[in-house]
């Protein structure tokens, strides 16, 4: 009985890895998605249970202290937070994921090495594995805690507005950060004595936090679906690094686990923009004038009306296709644009939107947002489903998108978005884009559509025209 | 075997089977997903609760109770904000 009593925390830990597999993979489908989180949620519980019963302890206080505290925090955060801000939720959450990697690193550094005041390289009274894979964990961590921490402010607007801030020489920087801390971390394997290791774990640090900030801030906004998964993704790597330092095999899994799926995530971002990762990460997309800048002077036939005339098209029109982008959650016109469907729906007026997989901040930022103003999903339909309908409907409205419908991205092989998979709103009967000025998308280009002879613009804030055209559908009712 | 070796072998399998289990998911759930995983990359605390144990306030156990703090942050919230996505997709009018 004793082999069971020595490993039970182990054969806990392994029933909760497998309960983890089971929630991520009921989390891919719809139907399951709520059951899933569920049992991944009862996955953590086990194992902090699992832990907490292996552990010798005589003083419970930093523990419960910090439980408490950071569940209070958690919760509170998790209820408030409005839909629209859920990019800068997950975002500022995966940097709090990469700050306990590092701490629980230093930690150990501080428990087993410093404080201890052991005489010996680290390699020795820690282990060759712990002691390479402390350098990685805090570099993981770190990195992921600043980056993440840059992704929060330029999503909200704070850094820049958002806008790609390009250092002079910045792969240089990096390269020189990035050699540094492999460097500091080597040094703090080989350190001899305990003030050497507290160097070399702080300059790692340091190091690794001030590489987070430059990695990230020449990346634009709308690029933060790419940087926001791939962060996780980072999460993830940072929680096995951690699994490593402490030889706990549940860390690696639910590490691997998280990491695999920032990747792929990441990965559908990408192909969604019909470019590279390494692309996105080098930054600076949408600074450089080889579109030919953009702005009013460029536009020469453009039609724009009110919501009036608009309401009138839509009276008639047997079908629409919504094309939500980030202008709509920034105006928050979620709901009252339900509202208008719903106006419509009870017209008889088939109504669908067209989501595009980078739309918005994050990925899914749209169809959360839908979801939150009570949209049916099976409403929301993806890029290649829809794309054959356009030619069939009568009536498209864009709503705050702009180069996600870009005819550029199709025949013109100059633009910088030649080749990306776009939304093809303009093969519509009639298209209304509501845009407040003719002012260029992300990518600093000029959108062909707004020209076109079915497109007619009405300028002013997504939530007030919709608000306009849904009270001239009252009235026509 | 060499234990970092049996670590390689958890870590490289335990990605494959990531891959496997994640790949096709629908646009939909993009970001639960996302906010899910992110909850689960929080079992950092395990492995900050075995730092944060003895009873003198030494720098370790601070630094491991800080650890603990961040890493429940990103469980609950994680979690809860999952589930009230969630919650909202499976409405009905």
């Known amino acids: 009985m004793s082999w069971l009593a020595d490993n039970f925390s182990a054969l806990l830990y392994l029933i909760s890895a497998v309960m983890f597999i089971f929630g991520l993979k009921r989390l891919g489908r719809v139907r399951t998605a709520r059951g899933g989180n569920q049992v991944a949620a009862s996955a953590m519980l086990l194992a902090i249970v699992a832990t907490l019963l292996d552990l010798e302890i005589v003083d419970y206080r930093w523990i419960v202290g910090g439980m408490v505290l950071g569940g209070l925090v958690g919760a509170v955060a998790a209820t408030k937070v409005a839909m629209t801000a859920m990019p800068e939720m997950v975002a500022i959450f995966n940097g709090f994921g990469g700050a306990a990697s590092v701490l629980v690193a230093l930690a150990v550094v501080w428990q087993e090495v410093i404080e201890r005041e052991v005489v010996g390289a680290p390699l020795e009274v820690l282990g060759g594995t712990a002691a390479v894979t402390i350098g990685l964990s805090i570099l993981i961590g770190a990195v992921t805690l600043s980056g993440s921490l840059i992704a929060y402010l330029k999503l909200q607007g704070k850094l820049k507005r958002g806008q790609p801030i390009m250092l002079p020489g910045r792969h240089l920087i990096n390269l020189a950060l990035g050699l540094g801390a492999l460097v500091f971390a080597a040094q703090f394997v080989g350190a001899s004595a305990a003030g050497e290791a507290q160097t070399s774990t702080l300059s790692l640090a340091g190091l690794s936090l001030a590489l987070g900030i430059l990695l990230v801030i020449p990346i634009g906004g709308a690029d933060m679906p790419v940087v926001v998964s791939l962060l996780n993704s980072y999460s993830g790597m940072a929680a096995s690094a951690t699994g490593f330092v402490l030889g706990n095999n549940l860390l690696i899994i639910s590490g691997a686990l998280v990491g695999a799926s920032g990747l792929i995530l990441t990965q559908i971002m990408c192909v969604a923009m019909n470019r590279s990762l390494l692309n996105v990460l080098v930054g600076g997309f949408g600074e450089t004038d080889s579109g030919g800048g953009g702005g009013a002077d460029e536009y020469t036939s453009v039609k724009s009306c009110g919501a009036e005339e608009a309401a009138m098209m839509l009276e008639t029109a047997e079908s629409c296709i919504i094309v939500p982008g980030y202008g709509l959650a920034v105006a928050q016109a979620q709901h009252i644009v339900r509202e208008m469907a719903d106006l419509l729906i009870g017209r008889g007026t088939k109504v669908t939107y067209a989501i595009h997989p980078v739309a918005g901040r994050m990925p899914g930022h749209m169809n959360v947002l839908l979801a939150e103003a009570d949209v049916p999903y099976e409403q929301l339909v993806e890029m290649d489903a829809i794309n054959p309908e356009f030619k069939t409907t009568d009536v498209v409205i864009v709503l705050g998108a702009n180069d996600v419908v870009n005819p550029a991205a199709i025949d013109d092989k100059a633009s910088p978005i030649y080749g990306m998979p776009i939304l093809n709103a303009h093969e519509a009967r009639s298209v209304f884009v509501v845009k407040r000025s003719l002012s260029p998308g992300y990518a600093g280009i000029k959108n062909g559509l707004f020209e076109l002879d079915n497109t007619t613009m009405i300028f002013g804030d997504a939530k007030k025209v919709i608000q306009a055209v849904a009270n001239e559908l009252k009235e026509l009712s | ?93």
């Open chain 2, 1 to 93: 075997m060499d234990p970092l070796l049996i670590g390689i072998y958890v870590l490289v399998l335990a990605s494959f089977v990531g891959f496997e289990v994640i790949t096709k998911v629908p646009p939909t759930l993009h970001t639960p997903l996302m906010s899910g995983a992110n909850a689960i990359s929080g079992i950092t605390i395990v492995g900050a609760l075995a730092t944060a144990t003895t009873a003198n306030p030494t720098l370790s156990n601070i630094l491991g109770g800080a650890a603990v703090f961040f890493a429940t942050i990103n469980v609950v919230g994680g979690f809860m904000v999952t589930d009230r996505m969630l919650k909202m997709f499976g409405r009905k009018k």
